[in-house]
């Protein structure tokens, strides 16, 4: 445990530990819990919050913690970002790319379990709360956490 840190830093050190775990956790139970499989463009929201979970992590026994913080905070926001992407593919504001994805399990034919594998659209809502989807979720979670954690490690300073 790295001591001496602002409280500030401290806080954004948590949360940029807590946000990605709470999203990645959400997006599991999601998928394993109640059947809902990701598609392509859910796998490169999840992607930046591996890599802000672990450079979080590593700024509790690492030093300097405010860049790692920082960093963390960035890969975070940028899953929101691609979120926000997500969501407006959904809502047909914009085009997404043409990539689905089909979850395959182990079989002695793999041909077949491909074909049999149910196909995920990108611009199909499989799931929503309060008239938001998982990736507007995403996008407003990811988003202001980030900008927060990064308001909170500028803040976290000392003056000159």
């Known amino acids: 445990m790295i001591a001496n840190l602002p409280t500030s830093l401290r806080a954004a050190r948590l949360l940029a530990l807590l946000v990605p775990l709470a999203a990645l956790g959400g997006a599991y139970l999601g998928q394993y819990g109640f059947g809902l499989a990701p598609c392509e463009m859910c796998w490169w ?6 890599f802000a979970l672990a450079i979080a992590a590593l700024s509790f026994v690492r030093a300097p913690v405010r860049p790692l913080v920082a ?21 047909g504001w914009w085009k997404g790319l043409t990539e689905c994805t089909a979850m ?7 041909l ?14 499989q799931f929503a ?11 407003i979670a990811s988003t ?5 954690i ?11």
């Open 45 to 50: 929201q999840r992607y930046p919050h591996f």
């Open 71 to 91: 960093i963390a905070a960035l890969g975070i926001l940028a899953s929101g970002l691609i979120g926000g992407y997500h969501a407006g593919v959904e809502l």
């Open 104 to 110: 395959v399990s182990g079989s002695a034919d793999p």
């Open 112 to 125: 077949a379990a491909i074909m049999k594998a149910p196909l995920v659209r990108c611009d199909v809502v």
């Open 129 to 139: 709360f309060l008239g938001i989807s998982m990736a507007g979720w995403n996008f």
């Open 144 to 148: 202001l956490s980030g900008l927060a």
């Open 150 to 160: 990064l308001g909170l490690v500028g803040s976290s300073r000392k003056a000159k």
